[in-house]
């Protein structure tokens, strides 16, 4: 008997026994079957710890994220083969785009973030605090990479999507993954992880892969492990719910199903665009993945004067979706994921038939293409309607896994927030409106329950990503029911596999553990100054300190004519009375410009390319005319850039702290700003 393989330990073994039996879903015939019995799975969690976990902590950012970049372009040659088992899920190719290169796409998306981090393996977390009055005594958050391994627990609607997602994230933090998809389409993954392994692009260990039961994997996590959840919300209950979970307090975080809704704002009428809009929104959503999406749409809420021609309009639009297998190019859903699946899926529409009652769709059979209906998994498109959605609780508590939703009307726009929210809790909502009065309340009031809110119209609408789809950028996730978590979010979702610590000690000190310039730490001057340096040759804290510079009124005015900036205060002959000045005072952008004709050496070519822009400048105290300013330069930190194409100026990005004294020695102006510097290779 075929057997699916895990990969532990650095090599590929089969569990032990007969384990679960996996099928084609469009078929119905035998693919193989998955076993995790026999599998040591203390062993597998320490062989992560102990050999991938050091490993990724001594890469920087730059490395990880070249890493993760390089494993994208490699899965990217192999893609015909994973389209070719992916239909084997029911998947048509447009579902499959969605999980195979959606997810190799969260692989480039996190690899490019590196950009955002320091050439370093760990990282600051926002500005440093002062913590004295005599600047001796400070602080700053670091984030580093945790010791231990995450443990992904997937569900089984995105066997790639919800792997790759998961680990660019954990891996470019610097942490090793053991990835758990759910067993019913685990040969996906298995055929994906294969190639991961083959490339021998990561660290040993870097990824594990059980096809199969977890087993007894969660009694031997520690604290400085992290869990993640993708499921049923009954599900993420009892694994959050493990005894070693509450006794090492282990990060864990859930992203269950939900009960998310999509609103037809009171405005929206059968001739605007955005009734179009709101259909075709609908259709996706019960279609795509046969409606096995966490993030689909379950409630459908309208005006009850709109009510019956929304019934028509959804109902016509479902029809036109040919179902069957989706190998055939003019299927447009494929089947549900297994014939258990389909068992599940009809137990909880027969729950929501207690209130409701089918307008769309049959509960018993299926017209299929190119295929047996009794022999895949197979269900119709199944439209509901309750007509009494605040006395009814079947909508808003169960959801039923499949291309399955509930059309409710509602009086006022008041009640559809309500409504929204009587979901306690989901992943995504939209409203469709061309009002942004409209827009504005349901976000505003109904944010507190939804993890993201999309706002559709005919402006966005072609260019949407839609209702159901998270992205890298944006935290996925929502309060309540939906679990409570958050997955990606950009850097957000890095530091979730990172701890936080709060550093204490002088500006030196503080400089020498970051690696990044801390302001009143002590600065070195070589005599070269630090334009002429190229970027291997600067240091931390290099740094001069300027001749200085009286600026008059007379400078003044010029830069006011130049500049064609007049501002009241910058004139001589206006009345300061009742102003924040006594008198004529300096443009901010001159003193920093004047600044800058202190500090830049500008007689010969340098390492220094260009000017890349200002990240901070604040004015702290005015200058008027007769004062005489000077300005300590101080390298803050430097981040080594990628070659894009062959015949590129080797280069990176250096910041440099920029702070402006007047003749008191008070500071003036404060400002980062950064320059693209050459370097030697």
Same mark, same amino acid.
């Given at each position: 008997m075929k057997k699916l393989q895990n990969y532990v330990l650095g090599k590929w073994i089969e569990g032990d026994g007969h384990g679960q039996a996996l099928y084609n879903a469009v078929t119905g015939e035998f693919i193989g079957a998955a076993s995790t019995k026999g599998l040591d799975f203390a062993a597998i969690l320490d062989y992560a710890r102990s050999t991938a976990n050091p490993a990724l902590r001594k890469?920087? $950012?730059?490395?990880? @994220?070249?890493?993760? %970049?390089?494993?994208?372009?490699? /899965?990217?040659?192999?893609?015909?083969?994973?389209?070719?088992?992916?239909?084997?899920?029911?998947?048509t190719k447009a579902d499959s785009w969605v999980d195979i290169e959606g997810g190799i796409g969260n692989l480039f998306s996190y690899a490019s973030l590196r950009r955002k981090f320091p050439d370093e393996f760990f990282c600051t977390d926002g500005e440093s605090i002062g913590l004295s009055k005599g600047n001796s005594f400070s602080a700053q958050h670091i984030l580093v990479p945790k010791e231990g391994v995450a443990i992904h627990i997937n569900a089984?609607? $995105?066997?790639?999507? @919800?792997?790759?997602? %998961?680990?660019?994230?954990?891996? /470019?933090?610097?942490m090793p993954a053991v990835v758990k998809p759910a067993t019913i389409t685990s040969f996906l993954t298995e055929a994906v992880v294969k190639e991961i392994i083959s490339s021998n692009i990561l660290p040993e260990g870097a990824v594990q892969l059980i096809c199969g039961s977890a087993g007894d994997i969660l009694e031997h996590v520690t604290y400085q492990d992290v869990v993640t959840f993708t499921g049923s919300a009954s599900t993420g209950l009892m694994l959050k719910s493990q005894k070693r979970i509450l006794e090492e307090n282990v990060p864990f975080n859930m992203e269950a199903d939900s009960l998310n809704c999509i609103v037809l704002g009171n405005d929206v009428s059968p001739d605007m665009p955005e009734w179009d809009i709101f259909i075709k929104e609908i259709r996706k959503e019960m279609t795509s993945k046969a409606g096995q999406k966490c993030t689909a749409i379950r409630r459908i809420f309208v005006p009850e004067n709109k009510m019956e021609d929304l019934q028509k309009a959804l109902s016509q639009a479902l029809a036109q979706t040919t179902i069957g297998n989706p190998i055939n190019d003019r299927v447009r859903m494929g089947s549900l994921a297994g014939q258990s699946q389909k068992i599940e899926v009809k137990a909880q529409v027969q729950k929501l038939l207690a209130s409701s009652q089918i307008i769309y769709g049959s509960f018993d059979s299926v017209q299929v293409m190119d295929a047996d209906a009794n022999k895949g998994a197979f269900i119709s498109p199944l439209l509901l309607l309750n007509e009494n959605p605040f006395q009814s609780n079947e909508p808003h508590e169960v959801e039923a896994f499949g291309p399955v939703s509930t059309l409710m009307p509602y009086k006022n726009f008041s009640d559809a927030i309500l409504l929204s929210k009587k979901g306690k809790g989901s992943l995504c909502s939209s409203i469709v409106t061309a009002d942004t009065k409209i827009a504005k309340e349901y976000v505003l009031n109904a944010a507190t329950h939804h993890g993201r809110i999309l706002i559709l119209n005919r402006e966005c609408a072609k260019e949407s990503t839609g209702h159901g789809s998270p992205l890298p950028s944006l935290v996925h996730g929502g309060p309540g029911r939906a679990g409570g978590g958050e997955e990606m979010g950009g850097l957000r979702g890095v530091k979730h596999y990172m701890q936080r610590v709060a550093v204490q000690g002088s500006p030196n000190f503080l400089t020498a553990v970051t690696h990044q310039y801390q302001q009143y730490a002590k600065g070195y001057t070589d005599g070269i100054h630090p334009f002429k340096k190229y970027l291997e040759e600067l240091q931390i804290g290099d740094q001069i300190i300027t001749e200085k510079r009286v600026i008059t009124s007379a400078d003044i005015d010029r830069f006011a004519d130049l500049s064609g900036d007049h501002f009241y205060a910058h004139l001589k002959s206006t009345d300061f009375t009742d102003t924040m000045f006594d008198h004529q005072v300096a443009h901010g952008y001159f003193i920093m410009s004047a600044a800058a004709g202190l500090f830049v050496d500008s007689y010969e070519k340098n390492p220094v390319l260009l000017?890349?822009?200002?990240?901070?400048?604040?004015?702290?105290?005015?200058?008027?005319?007769?004062?005489?300013?000077?300005?300590?330069?101080?390298?803050?930190?430097k981040v080594s850039q990628d070659k894009k194409e062959e015949n590129d100026i080797p280069r990176g990005i250096v910041k440099w702290m920029v702070e402006i004294f007047d003749e008191m020695d008070e500071l003036v102006g404060l400002a980062t700003i950064l320059t693209m510097v050459r370097r030697k290779a």
């Open positions: 890469m920087t $950012f730059h490395q990880r @994220g070249n890493m993760l %970049k390089a494993l994208a372009l490699h /899965l990217r040659n192999h893609l015909d083969k994973f389209y070719e088992i992916s239909y084997q899920t029911g998947a089984f609607n $995105f066997p790639v999507w @919800g792997m790759l997602e %998961k680990i660019a994230v954990n891996l /470019l933090a610097g000017n890349y822009g200002i990240d901070e400048l604040r004015f702290t105290k005015p200058v008027y005319a007769g004062s005489e300013i000077y300005v300590r330069f101080t390298c803050k930190e």
